[in-house]
């Protein structure tokens, strides 16, 4: 496999986590509108500020990550394996974000921290973050 193609498979896995967190945040826009009774304005402001943090925090935190990324996969020798994708200090990186998401969905589900509006927030700022980022992987 060539470094082109190992840089598409890491663009594409974090198009991936940004689907996967878009489709939860579905699940949390209707339970806030249905179970906990916010106004539909209420939950597109909080959405539309989310998207507003998440292009932020795309351009100036996970862009750089994708940069490093890519120049180390240009470092590796061909042919390159799919696991090459990431560093393996990433793996550790994603077990902990999947575990901060599922804390995020526990303390929603309690109706602490603003219940599921809070956690349609940040999972909204986090998809729009690694969406928007991932353009760097298939500009390679």
């Known amino acids: 496999m060539t470094r082109r193609a190992l840089s598409r498979i890491a663009g594409t896995v974090w198009c991936t986590g940004a689907l996967v967190l878009l489709a939860r945040s579905v699940a949390f826009f209707r339970i806030a509108r249905d179970r906990e009774h916010r106004s539909t304005i ?7 500020l989310a998207a507003i943090v998440g292009l932020a ?5 996970l862009r750089r ?10 470092r590796l020798p061909e042919p390159v ?7 393996p200090a990433y793996a550790l990186l994603i077990l902990f974000m999947v575990g901060l998401g599922i804390a995020v969905r526990f303390v929603a ?17 986090v998809a729009v ?12």
């Open 81 to 87: 394996r799919p696991w090459q994708a990431f560093p």
């Open 57 to 61: 925090k795309g351009a100036f935190v």
């Open 65 to 74: 990550s994708a940069a490093r990324n890519l120049a180390r996969i240009e």
């Open 109 to 125: 589900a309690q109706g602490w921290l603003g219940g599921h509006i809070t956690a349609l927030a940040i999972y909204v700022a």
């Open 42 to 48: 209420a939950l597109v402001a909080a959405v539309g």
């Open 129 to 140: 973050a690694l969406a928007s980022s991932s353009k760097r992987y298939f500009e390679s």
